[in-house]
């Protein structure tokens, strides 16, 4: 825990940025302080006993009131691991839910896009400050959906930009998209990823649908290996996904980890 913690103490401001370069970097520096740390534990190296509760611990740095009972609340009886979630859209989190909506509404009820009037997105509020007209096309919820109406969903590795932008429905949806902090959400789901969608057409008429939470999403109770399969297909293209598949499933049998990297080589290799 010693060796690790002075690899992690980021500033979570990187989500205003621009491009997500940072973000992308702090990420990655996270992973690689966890794994940095278990090899030097491995090799003998050592760091204080009590990194977090000692005089000039992380908890006093931090400042955090009761951080101790916060930190061991539940510990060995909740694993964050079991609330991980599974993107399928290459596209900022909050956004997902809303494309999935105003897609379903759209095909359910066989809309025309070019006779939509307007299109109201409610979020938590805090969703919405992620996503709101944000200058990086695949972090915008405007952009982004609009995006996938006009081409009927988004895909995981590709942009749907900057070709959607000479898309004459593109121009026509996007001054129609309209984002709010949705009440109703704000108190079911305060720190959620639902979200409400509203389209009404120039015949008056209006559809509605709330989705409590995108596909792959924990709450939604998981997914299947099939639909990893076809995730990773699309996403790893280069590696041999189907033995990758085979060996996360028999992920708690395997003695030797460099097995399962070696799944991520390129097929090339």
């Not at 992973?31 to 006993?49: D, I, N, R, W």
């Not at 066989?110 to 006779?115: E, K, S, T, V, W």
């Not at 109703?184 to 639902?194: N, S």
């Not at 990758?244 to 980890?257: K, S």
């Amino acid at each position: 825990m010693a060796l690790v913690s002075f690899n992690t103490n980021a500033l979570a401001n990187f989500y205003a940025e621009k491009r997500h370069i940072s973000k992308s970097l702090c990420n990655g520096q996270f992973a690689s302080a966890g794994v940095t740390a278990a090899l030097m534990a491995a090799a003998g190296l050592e760091g204080h006993e009590d990194i977090l509760g000692s005089p000039f611990g992380a908890l006093q740095a931090w400042g955090i009131e009761g951080g101790r009972d916060l930190l061991t609340r539940d510990l060995g009886k909740k694993f964050s691991i079991m609330g991980a979630n599974f993107k399928f859209l290459n596209a900022g989190y909050p956004i997902h839910s809303p494309v999935e909506a105003a897609t379903t509404l759209v095909a359910k009820h066989g809309i025309d896009l070019a006779r939509i009037e307007s299109i109201y997105v409610g979020m938590p509020s805090t969703s919405m400050l992620i996503v709101d007209n944000r200058d990086m096309h695949n972090i915008c919820l405007q952009d982004m959906l609009s995006a996938a109406l006009v081409l009927g969903g988004l895909k995981l590795r590709e942009s749907p930009f900057p070709e959607a932008l000479d898309h004459p429905l593109f121009s026509h949806l996007r001054p129609r998209v309209t984002l709010r902090g949705d009440p109703e959400l704000d108190r079911d789901q305060p720190m959620g990823r639902g979200a409400i969608v509203a389209i009404t057409t120039t015949d008056g008429a209006t559809v509605r649908l709330r989705v409590e939470a995108p596909t792959g999403h924990s709450s939604r109770g998981g997914v299947s290996w099939d639909d990893l399969a076809g995730k990773w297909h699309e996403g790893l293209p280069e590696c041999d996904v189907d033995r990758l598949i085979a060996l996360g499933q028999r992920l708690e049998d395997l003695e030797d980890i460099n097995e399962l990297l070696d799944g991520f080589y390129t097929r090339n290799h």
